[in-house]
């Protein structure tokens, strides 16, 4: 897909998030700066802003962490070792317990709230320690949500996922 086309699918997938219930009473939501293939999240990263939420994105803490820290300025934002825009290092940092939505990536979901991750595990260590309560919300295309993927009994999953054609609720098992 061209610029313009993930572009235009991350506003799509914007305009859907910013009607969940879960988006509104959210007071503060981890997003995260697309790359690569990804839908964009630029317009989702203004409209948290503009709408006075409290905008937390992560940043590569280390080889195995990520830390969550507080964006009052996307022009702020850094580009990381891999190319990644994140927050710079003396941003503030923001514990996940005050996080109501968490917008997660990945490389496919299934409709049971399953997510294939890039391998490196961040946010798999990263969602085990989300409270009960947090909304984890999955963003992709929507060819990347299949039936069923493969799945082991300590993954922490997804309880919707936004594609630019709509919000799957995904079925708990």
Request: glycine residues 8%; positive net charge; contains cysteine.
């Amino acid at each position: 897909m061209t610029a313009r086309e993930l572009q235009v699918a991350g506003d799509a997938c914007a305009r859907l998030i910013t009607q969940l219930p879960e988006w509104k009473q959210a007071k503060a939501v981890c997003l995260y700066a697309a790359f690569g293939a990804e839908l964009s999240t630029e317009s989702l990263l203004q409209i948290a802003l503009l709408e006075g939420k409290i905008l937390i994105l992560p940043r590569v803490a280390n080889a195995t962490a990520l830390s969550l820290h507080r964006v009052e300025d996307v022009a702020d934002l850094q580009r990381s070792k891999l190319g990644i825009l994140e927050p710079a290092a003396e941003a503030a940092e923001i514990p996940l317990t005050s996080v109501g939505l968490v917008l997660v990536p990945g490389l496919g979901f299934d409709r049971l709230g399953h997510r294939l991750g890039y391998g490196a595990g961040f946010y798999d260590r990263l969602l085990a320690k989300c409270p009960k309560k947090t909304f984890l919300l999955g963003h992709a295309h929507a060819f990347q949500v299949g039936s069923c993927l493969p799945a082991e009994p300590h993954d922490i999953k997804v309880k919707a996922i936004a594609t630019p054609q709509g919000i799957i609720r995904c079925r708990v098992r």
